[in-house]
């Protein structure tokens, strides 16, 4: 298995709303990441969990909580959204942070806050 | 910390042809430069990369071109086709900081 998967593929949610994205992996990969991508932009680092530790926060605003039960999965909950946080949200693996490690991205989950 | 650029935004070639996507990158200690392929509504999938003891790598249509000197790397694809059509980025990686170009939206006509 060489991939990241990422549900729901779309999500739409009320600026009161509270909803989690989530990304599964299943390569032994230690380290996992959260990225954000705009329309024609490229990806920018959220968060890095290695070996099921948050590493990084990109000072990314509460609203936004990262969560990593176990080394194959990763959570991202999300409550009290902007309108401005509507883009792609990417999911990654490496095999371990840092260094020449290859990310292996997923397909992302497309959210909209009205 | 890093900063890297990507040129240029857009490339338009006809089938056939090359493609020439070129970056340049601000830390001299960055070791790490991968080139990821993105298409329209998928993540971005890792096409070929290179690290700072090698000048050079290709991957049959695909080469990397690094000069460290100049803190440049190149992507070259040659023999373009429909399917090469996609948003493409570069990255730069020193250690635990990896940054992205912009990227390039590379269209090729049939």
């Known amino acids: 298995d060489t991939e990241v998967t990422q549900t729901p593929k779309h999500l739409v949610m009320g600026m009161t709303n509270k909803k989690s994205l989530k990304c599964e992996q299943h390569?032994?990969?230690?380290?996992m990441y959260w990225y954000k991508q705009k329309a024609k932009k490229p990806p920018e680092l959220m968060f890095v969990y290695s070996y099921e530790k948050l590493s990084i926060n990109e000072s990314v605003p509460s609203r936004f909580s990262p969560e990593c039960p176990n080394s194959s999965l990763l959570n991202l909950h999300l409550h009290a959204l902007q309108p401005e946080d509507s883009a792609l949200y990417l999911c990654?693996?490496?095999?371990?942070?840092?260094?020449?490690?290859?990310?292996?991205f997923g397909a992302g989950s497309r959210l909209t806050v009205l | 910390g890093e900063n890297v650029e990507q040129h240029p935004s857009t490339l338009s070639v006809q089938e056939g042809d090359s493609a020439v996507i070129k970056c340049t990158y601000s830390d001299s200690a960055s070791n790490y430069f991968p080139w990821y392929k993105q298409e329209l509504g998928k993540g971005p999938q890792l096409i070929i990369d290179i690290r700072s003891n090698v000048g050079e790598k290709k991957d049959q249509r695909i080469a990397v071109t690094l000069n460290k000197t100049a803190k440049h790397f190149s992507l070259h694809i040659t023999e373009t086709q429909p399917e090469d059509s996609a948003v493409y980025f570069c990255?730069?990686?020193?250690?635990?900081?990896?940054?992205f170009g912009a990227g390039t939206r590379l269209t090729v006509k049939p």
């Open positions: 990255a730069a990686s020193s250690g635990n900081d990896m940054r």
């Open positions: 390569m032994g990969h230690r380290a």
């Open positions: 990654a693996s490496s095999r371990i942070f840092g260094g020449a490690n290859v990310l292996t």
